[in-house]
């Protein structure tokens, strides 16, 4: 294959690798009835004059599958961290002992279960609509090129190449979301 081909599907390769890590990076923020630092990705703080997120300024970590501990470096943070964990509405109530602050993650109920789930499978039809639509991209570029003289077989070719890639990754989204829904849905 032509040096613009290979260009062209290692950029495809490489836009809907990314599309993936985003789907995993959503995926994390919902919940699925464990406790998980990465809850509080989202929280920030107001560090001396400066918008902070929460893992810069303290520790955060599980004491157990119902628990976020976090252990701020500075004492002085903690009616502060605990206002912006409130702020940021995510359900919790975070307690403090003067040293650290606790956060128990209550169970889900039912209902709560099912809009999870539904979110998570909104997550993954909005990643594979990113890949598709890489995919037509792609497929035009290797139109363009053949209009520029590129061999009817390559294209042919590169776009059979174009569609393998499409389909690995869509299985990738449907993998991913599977597992999610089963983290979700075990009580």
């Known amino acids: 294959m032509s040096e613009e081909v290979d260009f ?3 950029e495809t390769n490489e836009n809907m690798a990314q599309a993936i890590e985003h789907l995993k990076k959503e995926l994390v923020k919902i919940r699925a009835g464990k406790a998980n630092p990465a809850m509080l990705d989202n929280v920030t703080i107001d560090y001396y004059g400066t918008v902070t997120p929460l893992s810069r300024v303290s520790n955060i970590g599980t004491s157990d599958a119902r628990t976020i501990v976090i252990q701020p470096w500075e004492k002085n943070l903690i009616p502060i961290i605990e ?3 409130l702020a940021a509405n995510l359900g919790f109530n975070p307690d403090n002992n003067g040293e650290l602050i606790r956060i128990n993650v209550p169970p889900l109920t039912e ?3 099912k809009n999870l789930v539904k979110q998570s499978k909104n997550e993954g039809e909005d990643t594979k609509v990113g890949i598709r639509n890489k995919r037509r991209e792609s497929n035009e570029e290797v139109k363009k ?6 061999a009817e077989d390559e294209a042919k070719n590169a776009e059979a190449e174009i569609q393998k890639l499409t389909d ?3 299985k990738i989204v449907d993998e991913l979301v599977e ?3 089963k983290d979700i849905m075990t009580v």
């Open 83 to 85: 206002k912006a964990i």
């Open 8 to 10: 062209c599907l290692d």
């Open 179 to 181: 597992q999610k829904e």
């Open 111 to 113: 209902e709560r279960r």
């Open 168 to 170: 690995k990754y869509i």
């Open 145 to 150: 090129m053949k209009k520029d003289g590129l």
